[in-house]
């Protein structure tokens, strides 16, 4: 079970995370409406295109962390937080420092990995 004071320093973490990620995003919105300019060259525009592609799959992803944050921090709230999802037992702390939006302990993700790879997910 995590302290207080441990809580309160994955909820600082989280929320950090959270606003770096929203400032990219909020960067890239900006900078991606704000490019009006003409590129006459198919060469350069198609470069300009995959360079934008690859920056929207990254912010995709990013969206889906954010999201996975927003429910740690739910579950912080909740009491919930550092408990597997699985098998109720705690999640360590160094799980957690290295994935702090982890819902499951390291041996029901070997599980849960076991099993996908099994299937061929």
Avoid: H, W
């Avoid at 079970?1 to 909820?11: D, G, I, P, S, V």
């Avoid at 699985?86 to 849960?112: H, M, N, W």
């Amino acid at each position: 079970m995590l302290t207080k004071k441990k809580l309160k320093n994955f909820e600082k973490l989280l929320n950090e995370r959270l606003d770096k990620l929203l400032s990219e995003a909020n960067k890239t919105v900006s900078g991606m409406t704000s490019f009006k300019e003409n590129i006459p060259d198919p060469a350069d525009r198609a470069t300009l295109e995959s360079d934008r592609n690859f920056t929207l799959r990254i912010r995709d992803r990013e969206r889906k962390l954010i999201l996975k944050i927003k429910e740690a921090l739910e579950r912080i709230d909740e009491g919930s937080y550092g408990i597997c999802e699985e098998c109720g037992d705690d999640i360590s702390e160094p799980r957690l420092k290295a994935r702090p939006v982890t819902t499951l302990c390291i041996e029901c993700k070997k599980r849960q990995e076991d099993k996908e790879k099994v299937r061929g997910i």
